[in-house]
């Protein structure tokens, strides 16, 4: 189901040397895609690139019309470790320029996940009556 989805994505971004990997995400990666819904995709970029609001909408608007959908763009990053955690253990890899790398920075992003979740249970099991 997520061939062509795969294909589009692909050609649409692998000669952005930014881009390290995309994951697909939501409906589209769980076999729900309605004619309505849109199609979650998360970027990760290059290790020490950062894109602008500016150019995350530019390739939004791309996969959008190579799409014929709305695309909900994402970023992977050490800035939002929950998405990350959630783009790393339910989304689907459309994509990686160097499968090495890639894994490499989603083992460092879910490390930090997890270092965050146990600092985040310490906090909640202070206010525990």
Do not use: C, K
Not at 78 to 86: G, K, T, W
């Amino acid at each position: 189901m997520y061939q062509g989805i795969r294909d589009a994505v692909t050609a649409e971004l692998a000669a952005d040397q930014r881009i390290l990997a995309m994951y697909l995400l939501g409906s589209a990666a769980s076999g729900r895609l309605r004619a309505d819904s849109d199609i979650d995709i998360a970027l990760m970029a290059q290790p020490g690139i950062q894109l602008s609001e500016l150019e995350r909408a530019r390739i939004a608007a791309a996969l959008s019309y190579r799409l014929g959908r709305q695309v909900d763009l994402g970023m992977l990053s050490s800035r939002n470790l929950v998405y990350a955690n959630e783009v790393l253990h339910t989304g689907i890899q459309l994509y990686s320029r160097d499968p090495g790398a890639a894994a490499l920075y989603a083992a460092n992003l879910l490390g930090l996940y997890l270092e965050f979740n146990e600092g985040r249970q310490e906090i909640l099991n202070a206010y525990t009556i």
